[in-house]
Structures are given as structure tokens and as C-alpha cells.
């Protein structure tokens, strides 16, 4: 079995065993805080650095650049990056329809054993990649850890999912039969990962992809490409080959529409907005002069996520669930919780005490470690100001319900509750995507479900309840690809919650879990006649 211990010290992983989420790092331990200082000032000393577009292993400037900036100062430029454009789309296309020919061919004991070394290579750097971060996305320091254990557990997962696949047999054996099934891989992917979880989501797709022997075109997004480029720096160390992946940042109007667009692109993994999702959907679906194939979409496209809090609730754990998923990384999660939905038995007392919880809530800039640190961009801080203005009309204010100048001058909100919002209001039906929740009242817990379900999305959800049979009536029918009873709705790990959601939350993807190889794979039936 894998071995625990301490993250502050060397350990030796037996990959042959069974899989063991990374575990977490306590802060609260003086070691451990040292580390992640040291690693701070380390990557503070790297700075501003430009990167190369990397397409099959050669490395690429371009005339356009993104300028990568660090949300809690905006004056600060965390990376330089090249922008990839249409002249780029047949270069990495090339580049990736080479390597796919020999790598579909490559063991699968190798590229699982790829997987593996990346994630060894990345265990031993776990204090520095959380540090890029806490610089590149605000993240603090337990947010960044959980990004960088989860991106470990997705090495880890993977190649054991798709050892085990290559192990699968014919269910049934024909007389005068040999019988197998093979899961061969799909083609040349363009994998398009979003900023908020730069370095879990981006290496998970692109980790699934390459384990299950496709070639790859990488678009990170252009708020979080150093990162990207960090963990493709860790892919050549581990001994990727060249044109495996293909680093190439660049703009979704362009670029990316193009890759989408490709004959030879066989799937699009995305995570992000319901708009590019849908709008990927619809490329994809057109068949492009010699495209010989359907293309396969994997699309994650964000929620309105609802915690139900029942009459007879242990509410202290509900507020401190509630405000968890709300605030954590100040709300830029697909999985936060930007409804609450209150018995209206204990609605005044519930946000009384949400009230006091989250005035408790300190925001700053995230090297400093506190609970919350900026909002991505200038355009998106505006958007969810845009919002609370518009909660104010709708609702009523309990705390917060504005930009935070006492946290500096970078993109700071502050966390904010805003009460009595009705069903079916702005706030209550679109995604906000920072630190603002909508607090609704229910008149028993039938309302509530009916208030919870009544959105276009479907990710995730929670309730608190001590009654046995609405837990059972939860599981049943509040229409949610991950549901939690009694705990957050944010936080789904490797393996135990496998992750995607239903409706317009995307294509219910199960990152994370047993059938998400089958993405990046296709199923080979052979029968073999013996005498």
C-alpha cells in the first residue's frame, strides 16, 4: 500500500498499490509554514520570466504576447507569455498528429509509469507550485495545497484507471471463441482548462488524455499560463516525448476556435463559462471538409450551486458548511455555494450566526495566508459589483457589498451575504462567480428542493438534515451530478466523488472517478474464430 507521511519529508511511493489521496498540508505547523515562505520568496524571485509557446519540443515566439498579472497587484506581471494565433493552429496540429503515431503505440506501463514520475517530481515541489498560485490566481495557501495535492492525485489515479482498463476482458467468451476489448485512444485532443483550478483541471485533463495514448494541444487560460507552463516544464522532466503535449497559450477567438474547429481535432476537453461551452458544443458538432470522425466533447461548464438547511439542522455546522463553500477562493469555484436556502423556522437565527461567521473572514494578499485573497481580473470584479448592486434592489445586505479598499489595491471583494433574495431572481438563477451568496427562504423542505432544482444547472449541492427520510428524498431528487449530506458542497476528491454535474453544467464528466477514461478512449471489440 502507498505510504503517508508527513509532507515536510521525502517519501517512497509504491505505485503498484492502491490509490491514497495526497494528503494536505497543516499550515498550522511552524515546519510547514516555513516551507511555504521560503517557497513564496523563491518563486517571488522569478517573476516577470517569458515563456515559449513549446510545439513538438521546438520552442516558439510570436509577435503577441499575454501579459500574466498577479490579482492582489496588478502592477506585478507574473509571466510573459507568446500568443499562440491562427498561423499556430497546423504547426501544433502537425506536431501532435506526429507524436500521436508512435505514442498510441507506447505501452501503457510506460505512459502510466510517465504519470507516476510527474507526479513524484511534483510531490517534492508541492510548496513551490502552490506558491506560483498564490501569485498567478490569488489563491491562499490551503487553496493552493488543495489544487497541487489534487493535480497529484489525478497522476496517481489515472495511470492505475488506465492500467486497469488495459486489463479488461470480454464479458463473455463465445464457444470456439477468443473474445477481447480493447479501449484504444481517440486522436489529437485540444484540452482548454480554466483559471480557477490552474493546475488540477488543466493537468487532469491533459494527464487523462496523454495516459489513455492521445497527443494533446494545451490552451491554458490567459489568466493562469505560468502555472500551465510550470507543469509542462515537470511533463519534459519526467521524459514526456516531444509533441505529447503541446504548450499553447493563446486567445479563445482565435486559436482556440480554430483548434475546435480542426478536422483533425478528434475531442475537446473544456472546463469554463456555459457560453464557451456551448459554443464549443456547436463547432464541434459541424463536419469540417475531411473530417472523417464525430468529435467527442467533455465540457464542465460551471453552476449555481444550492445548500439546503433544514428546520432541524445542527445549524453551527450549517454556517460554517455554508460559508466554506461560499468564500473559498472567493467564490471562483463551479462548485460554490452562491445559494442558501433556509427553513424559514430558522432563517433569522441562521443568518445571525452566518453573519457573525463570515465578518470573520479576512482579506489580504494571499502570500500573507489570509482567508481570502482577489478576484481574478479588473472585468471580472466588476461583474460581481455589477451583481451585488443589483442584490441590493432585490434583497437586503447582511454583510459586505463591496470592493474591499482596506485589502490594497488589487481586484479585493468583499465576502458578501445579501438575504431575502425571491426564487427566480437575477441572483438566484445566474452564476456569479465570487464571493457573493444569495441567502432564499423556504417554507418546509419540499419548497426548498423545488427552489434548488429550479435552475438550468445541475453540479453540485448539499443539505443539512438530521432526518434520515429527507436525506433519502435528497438523494433521490435534488438533481445534482455531486450531492454531499451534512458537509460543503466544495471539495470533491480523487476518487470518492467523482466530479461533473448534469443540465447545463456540462456533459457530467466524473473527473476523478472510474468512467473517465472511457472519455479518451474508444471501445475495439474483437472475435477471434479458434480451432
Not at 123 to 147: Q, Y
Not at 175 to 185: A, Q, S
Not at 428 to 448: M, S, T, Y
Request: hydrophobic content about 40%; glycine content about 10%; proline content about 5%.
Amino acid at each position: 500500500m502507498a505510504t503517508v507521511e508527513a509532507p515536510t519529508r521525502p517519501r517512497v511511493r509504491l505505485h503498484e498499490g492502491p490509490f491514497v489521496n495526497e494528503p494536505l498540508t497543516d499550515f498550522s505547523k511552524e515546519e510547514n509554514a516555513r516551507q511555504m515562505r521560503a517557497a513564496i520568496e523563491k518563486v517571488r524571485g522569478q517573476l516577470g520570466r517569458e515563456y515559449d509557446l513549446v510545439i513538438g519540443g521546438k520552442r516558439v515566439k510570436t509577435t503577441d504576447k499575454i501579459k500574466s498579472i498577479n490579482p492582489a497587484k496588478p502592477s506585478q506581471l507574473v509571466g510573459l507569455h507568446q500568443k499562440a494565433g491562427k498561423e499556430q493552429v497546423e504547426p501544433a496540429m502537425s506536431a501532435a498528429l506526429r507524436a500521436f503515431e508512435s505514442w498510441r503505440h507506447t505501452s501503457v506501463e510506460e505512459r502510466a509509469a510517465l504519470l507516476f514520475r510527474t507526479g513524484d517530481l511534483l510531490r517534492e515541489r508541492k510548496f513551490e507550485f502552490a506558491a506560483w498560485m498564490v501569485f498567478e490566481v490569488s489563491k491562499n495557501w490551503a487553496e493552493a495545497d488543495g489544487d497541487i495535492a489534487e493535480t497529484i492525485d489525478f497522476c496517481e489515479y489515472y495511470s492505475r484507471e488506465a492500467l486497469r482498463l488495459s486489463k479488461v476482458e470480454a464479458p463473455v467468451q463465445l464457444p470456439g471463441e477468443r473474445d477481447h476489448l480493447f479501449y484504444i485512444p481517440l486522436g489529437v485532443g485540444a484540452v482548454i482548462p480554466p483559471w480557477n483550478f490552474p493546475s488540477a483541471i488543466m493537468a487532469g485533463m491533459t494527464l487523462a488524455s496523454i495516459v489513455a495514448g492521445n497527443t494533446v494541444i494545451l490552451k491554458p487560460s490567459s489568466d493562469s499560463p505560468t502555472i500551465a507552463a510550470k507543469f509542462f516544464e515537470l511533463l519534459e522532466e519526467a521524459g514526456m516525448p516531444e509533441g505529447v503535449v503541446n504548450f499553447c497559450p493563446g486567445a479563445g477567438a482565435s486559436f482556440g476556435d480554430s483548434v475546435v474547429a480542426h478536422p483533425k481535432t478528434r475531442y475537446i476537453a473544456f472546463t469554463g463559462s456555459r457560453e464557451v461551452g456551448l459554443r464549443i458544443n456547436k463547432v464541434a458538432a459541424e463536419k469540417p471538409e475531411g473530417q472523417i470522425w464525430i468529435k467527442r466533447t467533455v465540457l464542465e461548464m460551471g453552476g449555481k450551486d444550492a445548500i439546503i438547511v433544514d428546520a432541524d439542522a445542527d445549524i453551527d455546522s450549517a454556517v460554517e458548511g455554508v460559508a466554506s463553500a461560499a468564500f473559498g477562493f472567493q467564490g471562483q469555484k463551479c462548485s460554490a455555494c452562491s445559494r442558501a436556502i433556509i427553513d424559514e423556522r430558522i432563517y433569522d437565527k441562521f443568518l445571525e450566526k452566518l453573519k457573525t461567521r463570515v465578518e470573520k473572514i479576512t482579506v489580504g494578499d494571499p502570500t500573507e495566508n489570509p482567508n481570502m485573497g482577489a478576484v481574478i481580473n479588473e472585468g471580472s470584479m466588476k461583474d460581481i459589483l455589477g451583481y451585488i448592486e443589483q442584490g441590493k434592489k432585490d434583497g437586503r445586505v447582511i454583510t459586505g457589498g463591496a470592493r474591499d479598499t482596506k485589502a490594497g489595491d488589487g481586484f479585493f471583494v468583499q465576502p458578501t451575504v445579501i438575504a431575502d433574495i425571491p426564487p427566480k431572481s437575477k441572483l438566484e438563477q445566474e452564476e456569479i462567480f465570487g464571493p457573493v451568496l444569495a441567502v432564499i427562504k423556504a417554507k418546509n423542505f419540499d419548497h426548498a428542493l423545488e427552489i434548488a432544482n429550479d435552475t438550468e444547472f445541475g453540479l453540485t449541492g448539499a443539505v443539512y438534515t438530521k432526518s434520515r427520510e429527507k436525506i433519502n428524498r435528497a438523494m433521490q431528487d435534488f438533481h445534482v451530478g455531486n450531492l454531499y449530506i451534512n458537509r460543503k458542497c466544495t471539495g470533491a476528491m480523487v476518487g470518492a466523488h467523482p466530479f461533473g454535474g448534469f443540465n447545463m453544467s456540462g456533459t457530467d464528466s466524473k473527473s476523478g472517478g472510474p468512467d473517465y477514461l472511457y472519455l479518451f478512449t474508444q471501445g475495439k471489440s474483437v472475435g477471434e474464430k479458434i480451432s
